[in-house]
């Protein structure tokens, strides 16, 4: 602010007294004083307006950096989501895949099995009628002498165990061959 005082000519100087002088200068510098405390108080609020401003800028910044940091971290989420989700995928297309594996391989082994039952069940037969041709051929001679010794003859309990000996024996031979 700019005082002005009001302009004194040169024929009302000399009638101002000394006191009047003496308040005039008091007023001057109250003032003066006033001036610059209201300059110092616009300073001061200018440096608190620019202080605001700074800190609303660097809030600001920091907002908008959390901002990008937030948007970051969903795009990372829904990416670990997309991967878990085709791990799951993947997952499961293993299971089945392993599950079908584990199938044909028992139906594999289901089938060697049985095909070795079925070999085994043969060998017996062809055994069970080598037996009978061998009887057969031996009770034209023994018939006369069976009937004589008839008392002697082995009941049908001992031939199902001199089979089932016999059966025992070749299933041994036939896994130890594997």
């Given at each position: 602010?700019?005082?002005?005082?009001?302009?004194?000519?040169?024929?009302?100087?000399?009638?101002?007294?000394?006191?009047?002088?003496?308040?005039?200068?008091?007023?001057?510098?109250?003032?003066?004083?006033?001036?610059?405390?209201?300059?110092?108080?616009?300073?001061?609020k200018?440096?608190?307006?620019?202080?605001?401003?700074?800190?609303?800028?660097e809030?600001?910044?920091?907002?908008?950096?959390?901002?990008r940091e937030?948007?970051?971290?969903?795009?990372?989420?829904?990416?670990m989501?997309?991967?878990?989700?085709?791990?799951?995928?993947?997952?499961?297309?293993?299971?089945?895949?392993?599950k079908?594996?584990m199938?044909?391989?028992?139906?594999?082994?289901?089938?060697?099995r049985?095909?070795?039952?079925?070999?085994?069940?043969?060998?017996?037969?062809?055994?069970?009628e080598?037996?009978?041709?061998?009887?057969?051929?031996?009770?034209?001679?023994?018939?006369?002498?069976?009937?004589?010794?008839?008392?002697?003859?082995?009941?049908?309990?001992?031939?199902?165990?001199?089979?089932?000996?016999?059966?025992?024996?070749?299933?041994?031979k036939?896994?130890s061959?594997?």
């Amino acid at each position: 602010m700019v005082l002005a005082l009001p302009h004194l000519d040169g024929e009302a100087a000399p009638t101002l007294q000394p006191s009047q002088d003496n308040e005039l200068q008091k007023q001057y510098l109250e003032l003066l004083q006033m001036k610059i405390e209201l300059e110092e108080s616009c300073k001061k609020k200018e440096e608190l307006l620019r202080d605001t401003q700074r800190a609303l800028a660097e809030e600001k910044a920091k907002r908008e950096t959390a901002e990008r940091e937030k948007q970051l971290l969903e795009e990372r989420c829904k990416k670990m989501q997309e991967e878990i989700q085709l791990l799951e995928i993947r997952f499961n297309k293993s299971i089945i895949q392993m599950k079908e594996k584990m199938m044909t391989e028992t139906e594999n082994l289901l089938r060697k099995r049985d095909e070795k039952i079925q070999r085994l069940e043969a060998q017996i037969e062809m055994l069970i009628e080598k037996k009978q041709d061998n009887k057969n051929d031996c009770t034209s001679e023994t018939k006369a002498n069976d009937k004589e010794e008839n008392k002697s003859e082995r009941s049908w309990w001992s031939k199902i165990y001199d089979i089932i000996k016999e059966l025992s024996l070749l299933l041994d031979k036939f896994f130890s061959y594997g």
